[in-house]
């Protein structure tokens, strides 16, 4: 079992930057890592995500060159940094997890927001 626990939301200017951590807990090997986000009154939506062990990575084409994913294996942590924010990027961000090869998303962390003020 994969416990994620994400940190690092808060409220920023249009054009401004943050980074969002994930620490999870459990061997990773197997695993996918993304990140999620919802906004108000939207669906769910995949922005980013990484194989833990190869780090081969996916960006949605809406965060293409203004986000980047990457991980630190000795940490257990995926990070998300976002750069050049929009208004329309702001949601609740969640880190989860699935095994490689699989579709369903099965770890999920308890999100947190990030809100891009224009």
């Known amino acids: 079992q994969v416990q994620l626990v994400e940190s690092g939301g808060g409220l920023v200017q249009a054009g401004g930057s943050l980074r969002l951590s994930c620490t999870a807990s459990?061997?990773?090997?197997?695993?996918?890592l993304g990140w999620h986000r919802q906004a108000s009154g939207k669906e769910r939506e995949l922005v980013t995500a990484?194989?833990?062990?190869?780090?081969?990575?996916y960006v949605a084409d809406s965060v293409q060159g203004r986000f980047a994913i990457s991980r630190d294996n000795v940490r257990s942590s995926v990070y998300l940094q976002m750069n050049n924010l929009e208004p329309e990027d702001t949601a609740v961000y969640y880190c989860?997890?699935?095994?490689?090869?699989?579709?369903?998303?099965?770890?999920w962390g308890q999100g947190t927001q990030v809100t891009v003020a224009s």
């Open positions: 989860a997890a699935k095994f490689r090869g699989t579709q369903e998303w099965i770890y």
């Open positions: 459990g061997s990773l090997t197997m695993y996918v």
């Open positions: 990484i194989t833990w062990s190869e780090g081969i990575k």
